[in-house]
């Protein structure tokens, strides 16, 4: 099973590139990863919040392949817990799923279409965090979620 993290804009923050880095290095050890950052949109001041959002969602859209399972990380959508999270990774990759793409949204979230292409949302928290962060925080619970399925002593309960 492949892992791609898509998202809108690139990172920016030292600090948090050397960490999506440092997890990266880790995660390879279990699992294809792949991230991918869909620059922003040019002149995106002079466009509406839904016209930017639309936008954002054909860029994102052309990035999915159809037969891609769509997670759309989103402070609605459902919360588990380390463990619970594992279980889910278990069972995407009983389920024979080629590729699972985590996708992190522009400011304003997701477009329609996007919405309905998307498989299900997952909530990292329901505080709100900068896009950027999303990035380091679901890279990170990927690899302790693969931590816990292999019985390693990343994770503690």
Not at 106 to 129: D, I, P, Q, W
Request: proline fraction near 1%; aromatic fraction near 10%.
């Amino acid at each position: 099973m492949k892992i791609v993290l898509l998202s809108i804009g690139k990172t920016k923050e030292k600090y948090l590139i050397e960490g999506i880095s440092l997890y990266q290095k880790r995660l390879k050890h279990y699992t294809s990863f792949e991230m991918i950052e869909i620059p922003n949109i040019k002149k995106s001041s002079n466009l509406s919040k839904l016209e930017l959002m639309k936008n954002e969602g054909e860029l994102i859209l052309k990035n999915i392949q159809n037969s891609d399972h769509l997670v759309l990380l989103d402070d609605k959508g459902k919360d588990y817990d380390s463990i619970s999270f594992s279980e889910k990774l278990q069972n995407w990759m009983l389920s024979g799923k080629k590729r699972i793409v985590f996708v992190v949204g522009g400011a304003y979230g997701f477009s329609t279409e996007v919405c309905h292409r998307g498989n299900e949302k997952l909530s990292l928290s329901k505080m709100t965090f900068s896009h950027q962060m999303v990035r380091l925080f679901c890279i990170e619970q990927l690899y302790r979620g693969y931590s816990i399925l292999n019985n390693e002593p990343y994770h503690h309960e």
